[in-house]
């Protein structure tokens, strides 16, 4: 399990998500850009089924030994011990968060330096933990000079095929999971199902086979995912990016491309409702073709809720409560569930989705003095055991 076992909250109180004014365009994408820096007053609406609702039957069919564990930064596990000792106790695998990306592995065309990625690797290994890789391919995080050095289709192929060849070799067995192409599908889908990059640009859909084959034949044991986000909420800009998804990976599949999952990032918004019937029925589609999910990226975007922690912290658990409760009700479980970090005291939406009133932001498990919140708890209905040796 996570650790010592976490007493359940009495019950969440009565609340969902939060329903809000914000324009359901406002993509992450601009979000990242523009920010947004007025809020509608938030409407707590009763929830359907509290936690109370719950009788011990639906808690036992719903607890299930599913492998938990988090991304993790190279730097914060290098200069605050605490951190270091609530991943080694409350993870059976982590993966890490920037160190395996080009601009951090690629200072330049002909160097490879693995120095962050292997200090991790070096920490999972002596924590007896897993450890997944991402990412392979994105449209971000990219060495400056990859503009100089991609500019025909001869030259993607032959940088992609020689980062994943390389990469992917290093820790052939070692690293149980990669995900090989993230975020491939556009913000808002429609006459070009496809997001554009620099390996879409000169190699459109190929790039993806590509790299999902290169991947194979440097790493036949490792297991190989496709990973994406905003497909979990209710709306039309989130069905169009399900569909494209379920679209591309049945053409993936029809071409005969090694892939093995399909990573669900789960950054949850409660600005956007879950639609649980779509996002049960994606779950059944990926399974329906063979294919494994996994919950890559959990945490909760929390910079329009309520400023107090504790309403706060409610919601975030509620809406991750939401989530599991539909990945996990599928007749296969994910292969695991991961929080984009573990510890507010660390988070990415510092940085990316900061809160207007300038308080910290609270998406992760744990707070940022490293104690469980109620989503831990939540989390820990469904995922958490420290058997490393399980399918990733
Ligand atoms: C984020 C990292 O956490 C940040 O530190 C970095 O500055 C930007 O990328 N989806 C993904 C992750 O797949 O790679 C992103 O990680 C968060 C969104």
Redesign the pocket.
């Known amino acids: 399990m996570l650790g010592k076992p976490v007493p359940a909250p009495s019950a969440l109180p009565e609340q969902t998500c939060i329903t809000s004014q914000v324009p359901e365009s406002l993509t992450r994408r601009k979000l990242l850009k523009t920010g947004v820096s007025a809020f509608a007053a938030a409407s707590l609406a009763p929830s359907a089924e509290s936690a109370a609702t719950m009788d011990a039957a639906d808690r036992a069919k719903q607890t299930r030994s599913i492998p938990y564990g988090a ?1 993790i930064s190279s730097v914060n596990l290098a200069r605050d011990k605490q951190y270091g000792e609530a991943i080694a106790r409350y993870c059976d695998l982590v993966v890490p ?2 160190a395996l ?1 080009w601009d951090a592995t690629r200072p330049s065309p002909d160097r490879f330096d693995f120095t962050d990625a292997d200090m991790i690797l070096k920490f999972a290994s002596e924590n007896k933990i897993g450890v997944r890789g ?2 392979l391919v ?1 449209y ?2 990219l060495p400056k000079w990859i503009d100089q050095a991609v500019t025909s289709r001869e030259s993607a192929e032959r940088e992609l095929t020689h980062h994943i060849a390389e990469v992917v070799g290093r820790y052939r067995g070692t690293i149980g999971s990669w ?1 090989v192409v ?2 491939p599908i556009a913000e808002e889908p429609g006459t070009q199902d496809l997001r554009e990059s620099i390996w879409s640009r000169y190699l459109g859909t190929d790039y993806i086979d590509l790299a999902f084959r290169t991947a194979r034949m440097a790493d036949p044991t490792a297991q190989l995912y496709l ?1 994406e ?1 905003d497909i979990e909420f209710a709306g039309d800009r989130f069905a169009a990016k399900r569909k494209a998804l379920v679209g591309l990976i049945r053409a993936l599949k029809d071409k005969g491309t090694p892939i093995d999952g399909v990573g669900i ?1 789960g ?1 949850l918004d409660p600005r956007f409702s879950i639609d649980t019937e779509a996002l049960a029925a994606l779950v059944g589609e990926i399974d329906a073709m063979g294919l494994r999910v996994m919950v890559t ?1 959990l945490d909760v975007k929390d910079q329009f809720l309520p400023a107090d922690p504790a309403t706060r912290d409610a919601i975030t658990a509620k809406a991750v409560e939401t989530f599991l409760q539909t990945v996990c009700a599928g007749v296969h479980r994910p292969t695991a569930v991961l929080t ?1 970090g573990i510890t507010d005291r660390y988070t ?1 939406m510092r ?2 989705v900061k809160r207007a009133d300038g308080l910290p932001n609270r998406p992760l498990p744990l707070d940022a003095g490293f104690r469980p919140k109620k989503m831990f708890a939540v989390i820990q209905r469904f995922a958490g055991q420290k058997a490393s040796q399980l399918p990733q």
Do not use: I, L, P
Request: proline share 0%; aromatic share 28%.
């Open positions: 991304a968060d920037a990306k991402h990412t994105w971000a995080a995900d993230n975020e990973n986000y990032q950054h990226e984009w990415w940085y990316y």
